[in-house]
């Protein structure tokens, strides 16, 4: 099994900035492409950003030059700093991990969620 914990949600004024994180724990042998989603009230969820193991990256138009993605792959860690925040990007973010576990076997992991409100 693999657990992630997503931290760094909450409200925010147009304009303002904040970080998400998601610290992936459990029988993990290699993380292949962590990310973030979101979902907005009576939307379908999106891709945001995803960030390989190599490096590669893919972000949302929506979000390019506002959000950078990064990790740490000794600690399991993805991070989404988040600036210039719109009310637009009001949703609740969750983080993806696709993972190789014990076993050899992948495995597709989300995070619980967390919310980012942008509001005045």
């Known amino acids: 099994q693999v657990h992630l914990v997503e931290s760094g949600g909450g409200f925010v004024q147009p304009g303002g900035s904040l970080r998400l994180s998601c610290a992936a724990s459990g029988s993990i042998f290699s993380i292949n492409v962590m990310g973030w989603y979101r979902q907005a009230p009576g939307k379908q969820r999106e891709l945001v950003a995803v960030l390989t193991s190599s490096g590669s990256t893919n972000y949302a138009d929506s979000v390019k030059g506002r959000f950078t993605i990064s990790r740490d792959n000794v600690k399991n860690t993805v991070y989404l700093q988040m600036n210039s925040l719109k009310p637009e990007d009001t949703a609740v973010y969750s983080c993806?991990?696709?993972?190789?576990?014990?076993?050899?076997?992948?495995?597709?992991?989300w995070g619980q969620g967390t919310q980012v409100t942008v509001s005045s």
């Open positions: 993806n991990a696709d993972c190789v576990v014990s076993g050899w076997k992948r495995y597709d992991a």
